[in-house]
């Protein structure tokens, strides 16, 4: 197989300018691109590309710095945002499985639905005991209760992932009623939510780029949301709002800071490329008159 040879920092430089890339400050990209991988970078030239080789016209390497820099910061918003609802939905699954189930409940396979592999949960169960063996809770729980881990401890060791799957291998009753009860839909469209919201996390968490990204998940548009909802950011961020419990904080600490970045940023973005409407600055926040 042949192979890529590495290109010097000035070689860089010179397959963006022939692709069409202008440069106010060659000493300043050079700076960054020792510290910024070059492939990339080159990534977040590709919205910005007619063809595979040739960028649109005045396409320069500061505009693509702001959005990258636009990008990293997004990330950090939606990151944080991530984890309240992943810290939440981790409180909401546990609490219900083990207050039906018992606090071992989940070491029983008749607790979970008929599509549910035991031998393979377990087995995936213990070996996220055995490598986080060194952890302090870990140790309290193997010696003293003899490596029995109540399921609200248990939890603490998934990966958002894990718990998407733990809720999917749910029983359809225990799953309707933690959709409806706690997320106002059906447990078909908590599924889907979740499995996005994981797939949105792992993007920010790899520090992929969010920009014209078309995520692998189709959103289920929430039932009174007046448009359809498409694989993009805009659809990603309006399943979190929906999925997010605490209003006060979606408005504070995710809706005040993206609209401050998009608006900084409308110079050099294109709204189309990220799904957001004309309108996202009415249909991103809760309202208070909405229930």
Not at 213 to 224: G, I, N, S
């Amino acid at each position: 197989m042949r192979e890529k040879a590495p290109a010097t920092i000035n070689e860089q430089i010179r397959i963006l300018k022939q692709r069409g890339c202008i440069f106010e400050d060659e000493e300043k990209a050079r700076e960054v691109l020792k510290h910024i991988n070059y492939y990339r970078l080159s990534n977040y030239f590709e919205p910005f590309s007619v063809s595979k080789h040739k960028y649109e016209d005045g396409t320069s390497f500061n505009k693509i710095m702001r959005v990258y820099e636009m990008d990293r910061k997004l990330r950090s918003i939606l990151m944080a945002a991530l984890e309240e609802f992943e810290i939440s939905l981790r409180a909401v699954v546990s609490n219900y499985h083990a207050l039906k189930y018992g606090a071992l409940g989940y070491l029983n396979g008749g607790s979970f639905g008929i599509q549910h592999n035991h031998q393979a949960f377990l087995a995936r169960i213990d070996h996220l005991i055995e490598t986080s063996s060194d952890r302090d809770f870990v140790k309290h729980y193997n010696t003293k209760y003899g490596g029995k881990f109540p399921l609200w401890v248990m939890v603490e060791l998934f990966s958002f992932g894990q718990l998407a799957f733990f809720y999917k291998e749910m029983q359809n009753a225990d799953k309707k009623a933690i959709a409806s009860g706690y997320y106002g839909c059906s447990a078909s469209e908590l599924d889907n939510w979740v499995f996005c919201l994981n797939e949105l996390r792992n993007y920010c968490a790899h520090y992929n780029r969010l920009y014209a990204a078309e995520f692998p998940v189709d959103p289920k548009t929430p039932r009174d949301f007046p448009m359809e909802l498409e694989p993009d950011l805009f659809g990603y961020i309006i399943i979190l709002k929906h999925c997010f419990y605490n209003k006060e904080h979606w408005n504070e600490r995710v809706v005040k800071p993206v609209s401050r970045l998009i608006n900084k940023s409308i110079g050099d973005i294109r709204l189309s490329d990220i799904g957001f409407p004309d309108d996202w600055e009415k249909l991103l926040p809760y309202i208070e008159d909405q229930n």
